[in-house]
């Protein structure tokens, strides 16, 4: 199979070609390189059924050969990104989910949106199934990702209507692990920065709201999962087990040893207090669920950060990156 990954430079979409490659499929990855970077796919660039080509899906680009799957992950993704790249963020959600959408079509292949979570908005349900419409301010500083992707799920689904298209939809919560970037503003990948560094781990709010961590590898089975599945979702994929904002940070302290304080700041507007996705469709209709737990995923994902030559992230002493029971 050659599967065609938008946003295959970046943190998900890296992890996604690497298992496909895995498997035998073939990739061809388009990515701007906005957010993503060389070095996720260095290893990759070698191997004969990789190619990679560096141009943006919300505008015009072409690919040779044949494709039988296209996933779209390409957009920015963490809070730091989309609110310095808004008109971006709006033109992937939009003109890149049809671009790629067009492109499927071309090929008769199944195509997979990388929707998310905050399609939720703050959700006023709570947990997280897939019937639920949401609660999403539509014109606040996190519309711009939001509202871009609950176009994206509209334009998806009108493709699947009224062009046939095999398309599905995956809901993304939460996920992290290595080859996150450690100045992206993500929750995980900030407090391990600033465990190892030594700064004080900045918790907007009291830390009492909650999210839902999956590990990178349980995100990609799942992702694949849903390539080779006729589903149209929307299908919730994430982890169900729920975790304060302080329990991430103090789990942080112990995985990386560190001796850092907390500091609690302002909570940002619009701000979900609670996520935790229901995963009944996820293990119905694909048989997956989460395996690694937190403190697992953690360890790895310190252990890659601490290994990183190009990074300034620094254990003050190596000998402090300690080990949770
Ligand atoms: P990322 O920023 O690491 O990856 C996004 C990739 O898309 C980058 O490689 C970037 O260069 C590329 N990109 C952005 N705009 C592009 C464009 N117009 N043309 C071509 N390439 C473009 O983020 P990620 O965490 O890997 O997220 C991947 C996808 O998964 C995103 O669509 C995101 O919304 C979704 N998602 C991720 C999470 C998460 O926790 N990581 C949660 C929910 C949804």
Redesign the pocket.
């Known amino acids: 199979m050659r599967v065609v990954v938008?946003?295959?430079?970046?943190?998900?979409?890296s992890h996604l070609c690497e298992a496909l490659l895995r498997r035998g499929d073939s990739v061809c990855c388009?990515?701007?390189?906005?957010?993503?970077?060389a070095v996720n796919i260095a290893h990759l660039v070698r191997e004969p059924g990789f190619t990679c080509t560096s141009?943006?899906?919300?505008s015009r680009f072409r690919i040779s050969g044949d494709a039988h799957a296209v996933v779209?992950?390409?957009?920015?993704?963490?809070p730091f990104?989309y609110n310095s790249h808004p008109l971006?963020t709006l033109?992937?959600g939009s003109r890149?989910t049809e671009n790629m959408l067009r492109l499927a079509v071309r090929h008769g292949a199944r195509f997979v949106l990388?929707?998310?979570?905050?399609v939720y908005g703050d959700p006023v349900v709570h947990p997280q199934d897939e019937e639920y419409w949401g609660h999403v301010n539509p014109i606040g500083p996190r519309s711009v990702?939001d509202e871009a992707?609950r176009f994206a799920e509209a334009l998806t689904m009108a493709y699947r209507r009224n062009q046939g298209t095999d398309a599905g939809i995956v809901r993304?919560?939460?996920?992290?692990g290595p080859r996150m970037?450690a100045h992206?503003g993500?929750v995980v990948s900030s407090f391990i920065r600033q465990a190892l560094e030594g700064e004080a781990l900045t918790i907007f709010g009291d830390g009492s709201q909650t999210r839902s961590f999956c590990y990178v590898d349980d995100m990609v089975r799942g992702l694949v999962a849903m390539i080779d599945s006729p589903q149209p979702g929307p299908i919730n994929l994430g982890n169900p087990r729920e975790r304060t904002v302080r329990e991430l940070a103090e789990l942080v302290l112990q995985v990386t040893g560190s001796d850092s304080e907390l500091r609690f700041l302002p909570l940002p507007v619009d701000d979900p207090v609670r996520r935790r996705p229901v995963i009944t469709r996820a293990r119905e209709g694909l048989g997956w669920h989460p395996r690694v737990p937190l403190g697992e995923g953690l360890r790895h994902t310190v252990d890659w950060f601490v290994s990183q030559p190009d990074t300034r992230v620094r254990p003050r002493q190596q000998s402090a990156v300690g080990r949770q029971s």
């Open positions: 938008s946003g295959g430079s970046g943190f998900l979409g388009l990515d701007n390189f906005s957010s993503g970077r141009c943006d899906v919300a779209h992950l390409a957009s920015p993704a963490s990104d971006e033109a992937a890149g990388a929707s998310t979570s905050e990702y992707k993304i919560f939460n996920t992290y970037r992206d993500r």
